[in-house]
């Protein structure tokens, strides 16, 4: 019982205060970085940014304290050197976080839920040197940040990228700026343009779009797919 008391010592709680006051730090530069990404429309944004800031710090910020893990009985408990540990854990759950982000067509997927996983073993690292009250704190902060604050990206003024590749016969392929036009009758603006020819004679735009907060990617859609000159066409947007 006197051991699991001082896991909730005045030191250990001061020391677990300490920590969460950098971990608040880390949030607050995080979405402020993570900010300007969502601005822009990347895919990696406030969430992303917000969850990698906040579990780096948590690892680095541990090492601060090394005679307050384990209750204050580090002196005894470390029979070999934790951090070679803790360095090990990190890198295998990097390879798994890169096993969930996926490229789908131009899209990129599962940066958030890679950054989640990553922060989730930082927790297990401050629970497994006794860091309770940082861990509990560390855990609501990433449900703050996983749950609340992709309202708080929607909400902020943001740009929105989207990628369309647009398909035509090789002789019947509309100017560049007619594909201009049909993009800002949508509110899109065009800001980079790729062409590909196929083997099979179909000439290909490929191109960037960026919009404002409310952006209209079906009704561009739905025009695409009313077209007769159109072969084939795909648009997909950015998300996390």
């Known amino acids: 019982m006197e051991l699991l008391q001082s896991y909730w010592s005045i ?47 948590a690892l680095t910020v541990l090492n601060a304290y090394p005679s307050m893990w384990y209750g204050g009985h580090s002196m005894v408990a470390l029979a070999a050197d934790p951090t070679r540990v803790i360095q090990g854990i990190m890198t295998g759950i990097g390879f798994l976080g890169a096993g969930v982000i996926m490229k789908e067509g131009f899209t990129i997927r599962g940066l958030s839920t890679a950054a989640s996983i990553w922060m989730t073993a930082a927790i297990g690292v401050l629970i497994g040197v006794g860091f309770y009250a940082a861990a509990m704190f560390a855990t609501l902060l990433s449900i703050l940040i996983m749950s609340g604050f992709r309202w708080l990206e929607d909400l902020l003024p943001h740009q929105r990228i989207a990628h369309l590749s647009i398909s035509y016969h090789r002789g019947n392929v509309p100017a560049e700026e007619s594909i201009r036009n049909l993009a800002k009758l949508y509110d899109f603006h065009i800001v980079d343009w790729a062409y590909q020819m196929n083997p099979d004679g179909e000439f290909e735009y490929q191109l960037v779009l960026q919009a404002e907060k409310n952006y209209q990617i079906n009704e561009l859609a739905k025009a695409l797919a009313d077209s007769a000159e159109v072969m084939s066409f795909r648009v997909s947007p950015t998300r996390a």
């Open 11 to 57: 030191d250990e709680i001061k020391t677990n205060g300490i920590i969460l006051l950098h971990l608040m730090g880390a949030l607050a530069v995080g979405l402020s970085l993570g900010y300007e990404r969502t601005y822009h429309g990347r895919a990696a944004g406030m969430r992303t940014y917000a969850l990698v800031c906040v579990s780096t710090t």
